[in-house]
């Protein structure tokens, strides 16, 4: 694959992940563009408090990816790496193929807010 097709799947991804924020309640959420400033380790503005970066292909360096939004966060940000594997790399059609990597204490700092909320249990 070309640089420039990367790119743009690349910049798809992001705009889907943009996309998927609004629909939640992040109204403003869309991709940060790398000359808007030295916000460098973030994809996606206005996902307060989490700090993304988001990565495809067929073996997305979700590590490094990961480092990178730590890098770019505050104390109380959490940083995420939204993942999508292409397509060819998916042996059962059922699976999305797409994640989401956090911090484990993130995790369960989410679930147990939760929760709280539902009231479960």
Known sequence: MSGKNSRRKGHNWERKCAQLFREIGWSNARRHLEYQGNDLGKDL???????????????????????????????????TVLIKYEK?????SRK???????????????????RRLKGWK
Do not use: H, R, W
């Open 45 to 79: 503005e206005e996902t307060k408090p989490f700090i993304v970066q988001c990565k495809t292909g067929k073996k997305p360096n979700f590590k490094k990816a990961y480092s990178q939004a730590c890098d770019a966060s505050g104390k109380k940000d959490i940083p």
């Open 88 to 92: 060819q790399d998916v042996k059962d």
């Open 96 to 114: 999305s193929m797409q994640f989401a990597v956090l911090d484990v204490k993130d995790f369960f700092k989410l679930i147990k807010e939760l």
